[in-house]
């Protein structure tokens, strides 16, 4: 089993990350965490440049964790995690959480609140450090 | 003195309220544009032409010289911090003002490109309205068989100095020469090319061509090439330069300049070769070598200067003598043909305030466009953050409201889509576009010239060498067709060199 951490490069993502590492020591299991974009902008500040992964892989690295990073193009943030909790036998999905305005959720939807209606299993929804 | 006081003038209709609304929109449309790469001014010009029908002319060309002033300049900006150009014309920056900003100095790289921009633009403008009088007063003694070589010229120089392959410039203008022969001939009244199709006997319109290939060609290329992996963005403060980046940018931006302007107004000379010719004068005669290819500010500053100045030269031709040098004049021009004036030397006798309006629009805008880079160069990269298949799909709506507006006819549907067909087939084949939409517009014009000389000397071809003008023309023409063929016989060592620098 793996505990699957959706990773954005940002505080809340970092937040996330550091709860997945917990988590996955706490329960002995294999960490996965996921990077995607929709890839369809020319720049998108939620997609892990190759010297942030670097880092994560290094940390992860030092603390011993049995990890895999991966990223993936083309879908939506929150399909990509639910599909993969399906598919990857995963015990427990890891994401961050960030305010966002009611207006901004009626607008852009919330992919947080796909992920916690849809996932089929237990996710734990981490806030940034204050 | 009589040309300062119709700038004076022009300033004057220009400093009115509405005319300032429109250049500030003008110049915000153009830095957009310039920022986002594929969606460039001449595509924007196009697509905007329909919406301006109900405006005053000069109104609308207060517009269009903001978008095109505006383009080079938001070029520059993705250039720097995303190493994609966002226009042609500004490839030659992304090369040190991208490693600028990695080393940490996105900010004087910006800096430079923007008030490096404002210079050149701003003395380029000043020489537009300095050498411009002089281009009329030439162009007026030109007779038809003159104009006809000219325009054989823009031609021949449009298919072979400019991109990689002259059989896929030659391609690109024959498909535009054919698109402009649909219609009935206005010599005989001969339908030619209409298919029997009564709405064709107008001919197709240049709008509809225009956006066709631009608009929907580009957005149909992207739709094929969606998917692709974000670059990384350098995050950047409020440009700035200090003093030593003052004294090592001053130079090149006059030197750019210079570059930049004869240039834009030759015919296919473009805002590429200048910019290149001014990155590699700047790299031989810098004080740094050793940061050139590590980000040297005089490789940012240069080219950058050469673009906006060869944008000013550009309007030379156009305004003088109605030979456009590159796309957007080339659709600037139609938008002139679509408000029922003619471009040519009688432009400035019988629409002056049109033209000096447009003229002291460009300054003005120019100044625009410092104050909205300087500081807000790092909220125009955010646009870079637009997901395509929004942009792409307000482009697609204007483009198809722009052609029906022309004509009010269901067919110019039809027509936008093969033509979008044909504009992503030329993408997908690598043709340039540009001569495409120079036949277009120009073949009509040449074919009318070339006959009139024809009918003037009773179908003698000596009618067709008018006067010494045409003779340095097809002089010219002659060189630059046999000078592949010269340089494969007489090997020379030069030519190595030549390559190298």
């Given at each position: 089993?793996?505990?699957l951490v959706?990773y954005?490069?940002?505080?809340?993502?970092e937040?996330?990350?550091r709860?997945?590492?917990?988590e996955?020591?706490?329960?002995?299991?294999k960490?996965?965490?996921?990077?995607?974009?929709?890839?369809?902008?020319?720049?998108d500040?939620?997609?892990?440049q190759?010297p942030?992964?670097?880092?994560?892989r290094?940390?992860?690295?030092?603390?011993?964790?049995?990890?895999?990073?991966r990223?993936?193009?083309?879908?939506?943030?929150?399909?990509?995690?639910?599909?993969?909790?399906e598919?990857a036998?995963?015990s427990?999905?890891?994401i961050?959480?960030?305010?966002?305005s009611a207006?901004?959720?009626l607008?852009?939807?919330s992919?947080?609140?796909?992920?916690?209606?849809d996932?089929g299993?237990?996710?734990?929804a981490?806030?940034?450090?204050? | 003195?009589?040309?300062l006081n119709?700038?004076?003038?022009?300033?004057?209709?220009?400093?009115?309220?509405?005319?300032?609304?429109?250049?500030?929109?003008g110049v915000?449309?153009g830095t957009?544009?310039?920022?986002?790469p594929?969606?460039?001014?001449?595509?924007?010009?196009?697509?905007?032409?329909?919406?301006t029908y109900?405006?005053e002319?000069?109104?609308?060309?207060?517009?269009?010289?903001?978008?095109?002033?505006g383009g080079?300049?938001g070029?520059s900006?993705?250039?720097?911090?995303?190493?994609t150009?966002?226009?042609?014309s500004?490839?030659?920056?992304?090369?040190?003002?991208?490693k600028?900003?990695?080393?940490g100095?996105?900010?004087?790289?910006?800096a430079?490109?923007?008030?490096?921009?404002?210079?050149?633009?701003?003395?380029?403008?000043?020489l537009?309205?300095?050498?411009?009088p002089?281009?009329?007063d030439?162009?007026v003694?030109l007779g038809?068989?003159?104009y006809?070589?000219?325009?054989?010229?823009?031609?021949v120089a449009?298919t072979?100095?400019?991109?990689?392959s002259?059989?896929?410039?030659?391609v690109?203008?024959?498909l535009?020469?054919t698109?402009?022969?649909?219609g009935?001939d206005?010599?005989s009244?001969?339908?030619r090319?209409t298919?029997g199709?009564?709405?064709?006997?107008?001919?197709?319109?240049v709008?509809?061509?225009?956006?066709?290939i631009?608009?929907v060609g580009?957005?149909?290329?992207v739709?094929?090439?969606?998917?692709?992996?974000?670059?990384?963005?350098?995050?950047?403060g409020?440009p700035w330069l200090?003093?030593?980046?003052w004294?090592?940018?001053w130079?090149?931006?006059?030197?750019?300049t210079?570059?930049?302007?004869?240039f834009g107004?030759?015919?296919?000379?473009?805002?590429?070769?200048?910019?290149?010719?001014?990155?590699?004068t700047?790299?031989?005669?810098?004080?740094?070598?050793?940061?050139?290819?590590?980000?040297?500010?005089e490789?940012?500053?240069?080219?950058e200067?050469?673009n906006n100045a060869?944008?000013?030269?550009t309007?030379?031709?156009?305004?003088?003598?109605?030979l456009p040098?590159?796309?957007?004049?080339?659709v600037?021009?139609?938008?002139?043909?679509s408000?029922?004036i003619q471009?040519?030397?009688l432009?400035?006798?019988?629409?002056?305030?049109?033209?000096?309006?447009?003229?002291?629009?460009?300054?003005v805008?120019?100044?625009?466009?410092?104050l909205?880079?300087?500081?807000?160069?790092p909220?125009?990269?955010?646009l870079?953050?637009?997901?395509?298949?929004?942009?792409?799909?307000?482009?697609?709506?204007?483009?198809?409201?722009g052609?029906?507006?022309?004509?009010?006819?269901?067919l110019?549907?039809?027509?936008?889509?093969i033509?979008?067909?044909?504009g992503?087939a030329?993408?997908r084949?690598?043709?340039?576009v540009?001569p495409?939409?120079?036949g277009v517009?120009?073949?009509?014009?040449?074919?009318?010239?070339g006959?009139?000389?024809?009918q003037?000397?009773?179908?003698?071809?000596?009618?067709?060498?008018g006067?010494?003008?045409s003779?340095?023309?097809?002089?010219?023409?002659?060189?630059?067709?046999l000078?592949?063929?010269?340089r494969r016989?007489?090997?020379?060592?030069?030519?190595?060199e030549?390559v190298?620098?």
């Amino acid at each position: 089993m793996t505990v699957l951490v959706g990773y954005v490069p940002s505080p809340e993502g970092e937040a996330a990350l550091r709860a997945g590492i917990d988590e996955a020591r706490l329960r002995g299991e294999k960490l996965l965490v996921l990077n995607t974009s929709r890839g369809d902008a020319l720049v998108d500040p939620r997609f892990a440049q190759e010297p942030e992964l670097a880092h994560v892989r290094e940390d992860l690295a030092a603390l011993g964790v049995d990890f895999d990073v991966r990223q993936v193009l083309g879908g939506d943030a929150a399909e990509e995690i639910v599909a993969l909790a399906e598919r990857a036998e995963v015990s427990l999905v890891v994401i961050g959480l960030r305010r966002r305005s009611a207006v901004g959720k009626l607008i852009m939807g919330s992919a947080a609140q796909q992920i916690l209606l849809d996932a089929g299993c237990p996710v734990l929804a981490v806030k940034a450090a204050a | 003195m009589d040309n300062l006081n119709n700038l004076m003038q022009g300033f004057a209709d220009v400093v009115a309220p509405m005319n300032l609304l429109l250049a500030l929109v003008g110049v915000v449309i153009g830095t957009a544009v310039g920022v986002l790469p594929g969606i460039g001014p001449a595509m924007t010009v196009a697509l905007l032409l329909p919406v301006t029908y109900g405006m005053e002319p000069v109104q609308a060309f207060i517009m269009f010289a903001g978008i095109f002033y505006g383009g080079m300049y938001g070029g520059s900006t993705t250039s720097i911090l995303l190493n994609t150009p966002g226009e042609s014309s500004s490839v030659v920056t992304a090369i040190e003002g991208n490693k600028m900003a990695k080393a940490g100095r996105a900010s004087q790289a910006l800096a430079t490109a923007a008030i490096g921009s404002f210079v050149a633009g701003t003395i380029g403008t000043l020489l537009l309205v300095l050498v411009t009088p002089f281009v009329v007063d030439f162009a007026v003694s030109l007779g038809a068989p003159d104009y006809f070589a000219l325009m054989l010229l823009s031609f021949v120089a449009v298919t072979s100095v400019l991109g990689a392959s002259r059989l896929r410039g030659l391609v690109s203008l024959l498909l535009g020469l054919t698109v402009g022969l649909v219609g009935i001939d206005a010599v005989s009244g001969q339908q030619r090319l209409t298919l029997g199709i009564p709405q064709l006997a107008d001919g197709i319109d240049v709008v509809v061509v225009a956006v066709g290939i631009f608009a929907v060609g580009e957005a149909l290329w992207v739709a094929a090439h969606l998917r692709r992996r974000p670059a990384e963005i350098i995050p950047v403060g409020r440009p700035w330069l200090g003093k030593s980046d003052w004294k090592r940018s001053w130079k090149p931006w006059l030197r750019g300049t210079l570059f930049g302007f004869p240039f834009g107004a030759l015919p296919a000379g473009g805002a590429e070769i200048p910019t290149f010719l001014s990155y590699a004068t700047e790299k031989r005669l810098t004080k740094h070598p050793e940061e050139f290819g590590k980000g040297a500010i005089e490789g940012v500053a240069g080219p950058e200067a050469a673009n906006n100045a060869s944008a000013a030269g550009t309007l030379v031709p156009m305004l003088a003598i109605g030979l456009p040098t590159n796309a957007t004049a080339a659709v600037m021009l139609a938008a002139f043909q679509s408000y029922g004036i003619q471009p040519g030397p009688l432009l400035f006798a019988r629409e002056s305030s049109l033209v000096w309006v447009l003229i002291a629009s460009l300054f003005v805008g120019n100044l625009l466009l410092l104050l909205l880079n300087l500081p807000l160069a790092p909220a125009w990269a955010k646009l870079l953050r637009i997901p395509r298949p929004y942009l792409y799909a307000g482009i697609l709506f204007f483009a198809s409201m722009g052609a029906y507006a022309v004509n009010a006819q269901p067919l110019d549907l039809f027509l936008l889509l093969i033509l979008g067909l044909l504009g992503f087939a030329m993408r997908r084949f690598g043709l340039p576009v540009l001569p495409l939409i120079v036949g277009v517009i120009l073949g009509p014009r040449a074919e009318l010239q070339g006959r009139r000389s024809l009918q003037l000397s009773g179908g003698e071809l000596s009618g067709l060498v008018g006067g010494p003008v045409s003779y340095a023309v097809y002089t010219v023409i002659a060189l630059v067709l046999l000078w592949p063929l010269v340089r494969r016989f007489v090997p020379r060592p030069l030519s190595r060199e030549g390559v190298r620098a």
